[in-house]
């Protein structure tokens, strides 16, 4: 049974930064893909960051957060990370972590993060 558990959201300023961390109950090389969701309240969810868990590590962003966010894997610990700076108020969101492994997917719960002054 795989289990990822989010941490790290909150309350920041816009332009200010947060970093979100995705633990892994198991291997990331387990995994093909992981990556950052979010989802803003009356929207659907969308692809925020992924990153292909190999030794090449290739990584997508969606166009909105692309130079402002970056995706990292820590294979030691079996985690990812998201590190947002700049953030603006459209980010606000609850962010679900997410494995692809072969036809299998998974998410965490979510963590909100909340973009205000």
């Known amino acids: 049974q795989v289990q990822l558990v989010e941490s790290g959201g909150g309350l920041v300023q816009p332009g200010g930064s947060l970093r979100l961390s995705c633990a892994a109950s198991?291997?990331?090389?387990?995994?093909?893909?992981m990556g950052w969701y979010r989802q803003a309240p009356g929207k659907q969810r969308e692809l925020v960051a992924r990153?292909?868990?190999?030794?090449?590590?290739?990584?997508n962003y969606a166009d909105s957060v692309r130079g402002r966010f970056t995706i990292s894997r820590d294979n030691a610990k079996n985690t990812i990370y998201l590190e947002m700076n700049s953030l603006k108020p459209e980010d606000t969101a609850v962010y679900y972590c997410?494995?692809?492994?072969?036809?299998?997917?998974?998410w965490g719960k979510g963590t909100l993060v909340t973009v205000s002054s």
């Open positions: 997410n494995a692809v492994q072969g036809g299998g997917t998974w």
């Open positions: 198991g291997r990331l090389f387990n995994f093909n893909f």
């Open positions: 990153i292909r868990i190999t030794s090449v590590g290739v990584t």
